[in-house]
């Protein structure tokens, strides 16, 4: 191939920078979204074979992978569990047994947001849980509005608020400066005295709204991260490692994420709720975790819960499939390949191979709900033989009868699952691929090669800082797709483990939590009313150095132990890459 002036071209450089000019686009669609990011996702299809880097059907085939397979079956469930509202009757029955006090409130929202997360989509955890803890709320302020009013007008006339006269008297000398022996004086102060205790208790409730609201969409987020289907680039990574590095045993999957990023969670959210009781509540335990007897707006609020709760009603047959069936997958997925011992699937079907993945079980399971039926109805049974005769005669008129509907059917799954995801998955592989065949991941990694001078947790730190940063005003998605490939390349040419700084800065691109246009949950947090782009900028800037020291921390200890990241690993070397000629 020649260039201008006849001269020899280099063609693998040609494919880098060809390569390259893709991803940049890609990126600035993505950070602009100046195109939906689904059809960005698709620009692999368009750009790499007409820039002759991939041939049309190598690049379509990324797009529906084992990986793809896992998240649709991941959401099937989660929608199964949404529909037949499981999800709120765990919720509420939590709560019931956490209470109303306004620390453990918070608390208890913040572990079933963070626990709902790890199964069902973030936002749909976050727009189920906001509605609630603001009921609450506004029952507990409602409650002290109506005894404040109680205590100021009619105290003076019961025995029993004798003391309290007597302060509610001092407190008028405060504010109108007489002594309240006159009437009309009497009247205007107990006016100002109740007008000052209303802003007090406005002032008071605005901020445990604050706090509430912002406790729920940050537990959402940090509860996304301790399973592989809980978001969308914990995915991405696991796609990611298993196209670069083909050979990797399947380091990770289910269970192994799971050993690593629950107590992560974990740390995260006890840290997270520190701060945020710190920020809107104080340290004031024996007034905000409530020592001794409840008092009535205490007693309100937890009847508001418990009216929730009756409305559902009893357990019906189908919310017990559902919860059964998500028993049983979760613990397929945890027995499948434990890592400590051989599982089910090692004895049963991989023997010779990874035929049985993650994704296989999932998709398994949620098979169940399209044949499963809703509802058991024992009359069927008794009228067997009628309902053939009734069947037949519609069928010989062309008609259907329909029986007993199934947990799921596709309409309900078609208006839920978010096929959008599924595209920006693929693109992500595809944009990998590319750079792969391109040559553009191995130029990448050789130009980071400096790094290798800098010790391995401060290169974490940093990319988690740089990652948490970025995926502040761009999509977590988006975030992961561009660096991972980057990172991989980087971290096989300075002889460091791929997972020490990919999967850190996986769990670090979860973490928006400054601005309400990073994550749909801070969106939906913020669309309350209550709070300013500034109370989400204090508390998340706080909250986003604490996830990621809370991440290293992580990584650096039983991390290291679990993934055997002191040591390069022998299938980093074996990357699947195809020159280009």
Same mark, same amino acid.
């Given at each position: 191939?020649?260039?201008?002036?006849?001269?020899?071209?280099?063609?693998?450089?040609?494919?880098?920078?060809?390569?390259?000019?893709?991803?940049?686009?890609? $990126?600035?669609?993505?950070?602009?979204?100046?195109?939906?990011?689904?059809?960005?996702?698709?620009?692999?299809?368009?750009?790499?074979?007409?820039?002759?880097?991939?041939?049309?059907?190598?690049?379509?085939?990324?797009?529906?992978?084992?990986?793809?397979?896992?998240?649709?079956?991941?959401?099937?469930?989660?929608?199964?569990?949404?529909?037949?509202?499981?999800?709120?009757?765990?919720?509420?029955?939590?709560?019931?047994? #956490?209470?109303?006090?306004?620390?453990?409130?918070?608390?208890?929202?913040?572990?079933?947001?963070?626990?709902?997360?790890?199964?069902?989509?973030?936002?749909?955890?976050?727009?189920?849980?906001?509605?609630?803890?603001?009921?609450?709320?506004?029952?507990?302020?409602?409650?002290?509005?109506?005894?404040?009013?109680?205590?100021?007008?009619?105290?003076?006339?019961?025995?029993?608020?004798?003391?309290?006269?007597?302060?509610?008297?001092?407190?008028?000398?405060?504010?109108?400066?007489?002594?309240?022996?006159?009437?009309?004086?009497?009247?205007?102060?107990?006016?100002?005295?109740? =007008?000052?205790?209303?802003?007090?208790?406005?002032?008071?409730?605005?901020?445990?709204?604050?706090?509430?609201?912002?406790?729920?969409?940050?537990?959402?987020?940090?509860?996304?991260?301790?399973?592989?289907?809980?978001?969308?680039?914990?995915?991405?990574?696991?796609?990611?490692?298993?196209?670069?590095?083909?050979?990797?045993?399947?380091?990770?999957?289910?269970?192994?994420?799971?050993?690593?990023?629950?107590?992560?969670?974990?740390?995260?959210?006890?840290?997270?709720?520190?701060?945020?009781?710190?920020?809107?509540?104080?340290?004031?335990?024996?007034?905000?975790?409530?020592?001794?007897?409840?008092?009535?707006?205490?007693?309100?609020?937890?009847? #508001?819960?418990?009216?929730?709760?009756?409305? /559902?009603?009893?357990?019906?047959? $189908?919310?017990?499939? #559902?919860?059964?069936?998500?028993?049983?997958?979760?613990? /397929?997925?945890?027995?499948?390949?434990?890592?400590?011992?051989?599982?089910?699937?090692?004895?049963?079907?991989?023997?010779?191979?990874?035929?049985?993945?993650?994704?296989?079980?999932?998709?398994?399971?949620?098979?169940?709900?399209?044949?499963?039926?809703?509802?058991?109805?024992?009359?069927?049974?008794?009228?067997?033989?009628?309902?053939?005769?009734? =069947?037949?005669?519609? #069928?010989?008129?062309?008609?259907?009868?329909?029986?007993?509907?199934?947990?799921?059917?596709?309409?309900?799954?078609?208006?839920?699952?978010?096929?959008?995801?599924?595209?920006?998955?693929?693109?992500?592989?595809?944009?990998?691929?590319?750079?792969?065949?391109?040559?553009?991941?191995?130029?990448?990694?050789?130009?980071? $090669?400096?790094?290798?001078?800098?010790?391995?947790?401060?290169?974490?730190?940093?990319?988690?800082?740089?990652?948490?940063?970025?995926?502040?005003?761009?999509?977590?998605?988006?975030?992961?797709?561009?660096?991972?490939?980057?990172?991989?390349?980087?971290?096989?040419?300075?002889?460091?483990?791929?997972?020490?700084?990919?999967?850190?800065?996986?769990?670090?691109?979860?973490?928006?939590?400054?601005?309400?246009?990073?994550?749909?949950?801070?969106?939906?947090?913020?669309?309350?009313?209550?709070?300013?782009?500034?109370?989400?900028?204090?508390?998340?800037?706080?909250?986003?150095?604490?996830?990621?020291?809370?991440?290293?921390?992580?990584?650096?200890?039983?991390?290291?132990?679990?993934?055997?990241?002191?040591?390069?690993?022998?299938?980093?070397?074996?990357?699947?890459?195809?020159?280009?000629?």
């Amino acid at each position: 191939m020649y260039c201008q002036d006849h001269l020899p071209c280099d063609t693998s450089a040609l494919q880098e920078a060809r390569c390259g000019f893709a991803i940049i686009l890609m $990126a600035l669609y993505w950070c602009t979204e100046c195109m939906p990011l689904a059809v960005t996702a698709l620009l692999p299809v368009i750009l790499f074979p007409m820039m002759g880097i991939m041939e049309s059907g190598k690049v379509c085939v990324e797009y529906l992978k084992d990986t793809n397979m896992l998240f649709i079956g991941g959401l099937l469930v989660a929608i199964a569990v949404e529909h037949w509202n499981l999800h709120k009757r765990i919720a509420l029955s939590v709560l019931l047994i #956490v209470g109303v006090r306004p620390a453990l409130l918070m608390m208890g929202f913040m572990i079933v947001t963070a626990f709902l997360s790890m199964w069902i989509s973030n936002t749909a955890t976050t727009a189920m849980m906001l509605p609630i803890s603001q009921a609450v709320l506004e029952q507990l302020s409602a409650t002290e509005a109506d005894s404040d009013e109680k205590e100021l007008r009619e105290g003076r006339d019961n025995h029993a608020f004798e003391l309290a006269e007597v302060n509610i008297k001092q407190a008028l000398d405060n504010v109108t400066g007489d002594k309240p022996n006159n009437n009309p004086d009497m009247e205007a102060g107990i006016n100002a005295l109740s =007008e000052r205790r209303r802003r007090e208790r406005e002032a008071k409730y605005l901020c445990l709204f604050k706090g509430m609201s912002l406790s729920v969409c940050y537990s959402a987020s940090i509860g996304g991260t301790a399973t592989l289907t809980g978001t969308t680039p914990n995915l991405i990574l696991k796609g990611q490692m298993d196209d670069i590095f083909p050979e990797n045993n399947d380091v990770i999957n289910f269970a192994s994420w799971f050993g690593f990023a629950f107590p992560n969670m974990v740390l995260m959210l006890a840290l997270s709720w520190l701060w945020l009781q710190f920020m809107y509540l104080g340290f004031n335990f024996k007034k905000t975790f409530g020592c001794g007897s409840k008092n009535e707006g205490d007693k309100d609020a937890y009847r #508001v819960m418990k009216n929730e709760y009756k409305k /559902l009603g009893t357990m019906s047959f $189908a919310e017990a499939a #559902v919860l059964v069936i998500f028993v049983i997958l979760v613990i /397929l997925w945890f027995t499948r390949e434990p890592g400590f011992m051989p599982g089910w699937a090692t004895e049963l079907f991989n023997k010779n191979g990874q035929y049985v993945t993650d994704g296989t079980v999932a998709i398994f399971m949620s098979t169940l709900f399209f044949v499963i039926p809703s509802r058991l109805d024992c009359s069927c049974l008794a009228s067997a033989n009628d309902e053939r005769d009734e =069947e037949a005669e519609e #069928v010989e008129e062309g008609e259907f009868k329909p029986g007993t509907p199934t947990l799921l059917n596709w309409k309900v799954v078609n208006e839920r699952m978010p096929w959008n995801i599924v595209l920006l998955l693929g693109g992500g592989f595809a944009l990998a691929k590319g750079s792969e065949v391109s040559g553009l991941s191995k130029w990448l990694g050789e130009s980071l $090669a400096p790094l290798k001078s800098i010790p391995p947790f401060a290169i974490s730190l940093i990319l988690c800082f740089l990652v948490g940063t970025f995926t502040e005003c761009s999509s977590n998605t988006a975030t992961t797709t561009l660096f991972l490939p980057i990172l991989a390349s980087m971290a096989t040419t300075i002889g460091l483990h791929p997972l020490y700084v990919m999967l850190p800065c996986t769990i670090s691109a979860s973490l928006a939590f400054m601005l309400p246009v990073a994550t749909p949950p801070n969106a939906i947090a913020f669309s309350y009313g209550n709070l300013k782009v500034v109370d989400m900028a204090k508390a998340g800037f706080i909250l986003n150095i604490i996830g990621i020291l809370s991440i290293n921390l992580g990584i650096n200890t039983w991390g290291t132990a679990m993934f055997n990241l002191g040591t390069f690993p022998s299938w980093a070397n074996a990357t699947n890459v195809t020159s280009t000629p």
